[in-house]
């Protein structure tokens, strides 16, 4: 296969990221994975890593940011250009979900959700969309959320802060067109990762009736669709065809989201 240049995927050691990564990897990218967690980053590098062979070309980076943190998108793009890594592909996986009772959510949570969903997306899409400019191309994923065509109470946070990366993104990438630059924004419904903080049980019915997505579907969708230059999927057939009815679904939904995050939330 032949060897690309880099894609860096933000939340790339987890759930959709890790399973995006994967895809470019096989796609011939070398990547450069961000999060967190030291261990959670060692974890997806070795787990990539077997996807290579020995005399392969590509290579497997990672790096510790916390992107809920003010000055970590300029400091990471500082970083990304130091070691001279031009990056093909951006990757903005790494969010934050919330939905519970508004007014109670402490200041510093908020706080984190609106740097890291919002202002270091935002941030590292311009900069990096500059640089893909000038060289005459590139890909960018963000990470929006079906949660846009829900306007519910107890998901007002976070489902603000996706349809302002869904208007930001999709705009940009109109406003991008024959720079070469596309900007593929993603409105996934539910997804299996954790991210929800579904109980098991609840999770794997869910799966079964086709209202939980699997991380490596969800993946695969979204590499097919940055490979093919698309500027809006929501993953799913199924899950378009739900919109109409998601105003009438919306006391069942609520109750099982707030439900579910109020159980998990006790057991801390
Ligand atoms: N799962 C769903 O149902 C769903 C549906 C629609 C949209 N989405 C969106 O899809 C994206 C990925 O979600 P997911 O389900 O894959 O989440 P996930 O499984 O919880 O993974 C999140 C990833 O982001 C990293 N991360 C979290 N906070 C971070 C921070 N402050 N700084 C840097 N990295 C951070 C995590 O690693 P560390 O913990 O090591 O930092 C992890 O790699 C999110 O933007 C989410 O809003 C998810």
Redesign the pocket.
């Known amino acids: 296969m032949k060897p690309r240049g880099w894609a860096l995927v933000?939340?790339?050691?987890?759930?959709?990221?890790l399973e995006v990564a994967r895809g470019l990897l096989r796609k011939g990218y070398s990547l450069i994975l961000?999060?967190?967690?030291p261990q959670?980053l060692k974890n997806a590098k070795y787990e990539l890593s077997r996807e290579l062979q020995k005399s392969d070309e590509r290579q497997i980076t990672v790096h510790t940011?916390?992107?809920?943190e003010p000055s970590a998108a300029d400091e990471l793009y500082t970083w990304v250009k130091s070691r001279k890594f031009d990056v093909e592909v951006l990757v903005n996986?790494?969010?934050?979900?919330l939905c519970e009772e508004t007014l109670v959510i402490p200041r510093e949570r908020v706080e984190?959700l609106l740097w890291?969903?919002i202002r270091s997306l935002t941030t590292l899409t311009l900069l990096f969309a500059r640089d893909m400019a000038e060289r005459g191309g590139g890909r960018i994923v963000n990470?929006s959320?079906?949660s846009v065509y829900m306007r519910y109470g107890y998901l007002s946070l976070y489902g603000a802060s996706?349809a302002y990366v869904r208007n930001f993104s999709v705009g940009l990438s109109r406003e991008l067109r024959g720079k070469g630059v596309i900007i593929t924004t993603v409105a996934?419904?539910?997804?299996d990762?954790?991210?929800?903080g579904l109980p098991r049980r609840t999770a794997r019915l869910a799966r079964l009736t086709g209202f939980l997505m699997s991380?490596a579907r969800c993946g695969r969708i979204i590499v097919r669709a940055t490979m093919r230059g698309r500027r809006y999927i929501v993953p799913g057939w199924h899950n378009y065809l739900m919109i109409p009815f998601l105003g009438l679904l919306r006391p069942v939904i609520t109750r099982i989201l707030v439900k579910n995050t109020a159980a998990e939330h006790a057991k801390l």
Request: no cysteine.
């Open positions: 933000t939340g790339g050691s987890a759930g959709i990221g961000v999060s967190r967690s959670k940011a916390d992107l809920a996986s790494a969010g934050m979900y984190a890291l969903n990470l959320s079906y996706k996934p419904n539910g997804v990762t954790g991210l929800l991380p």
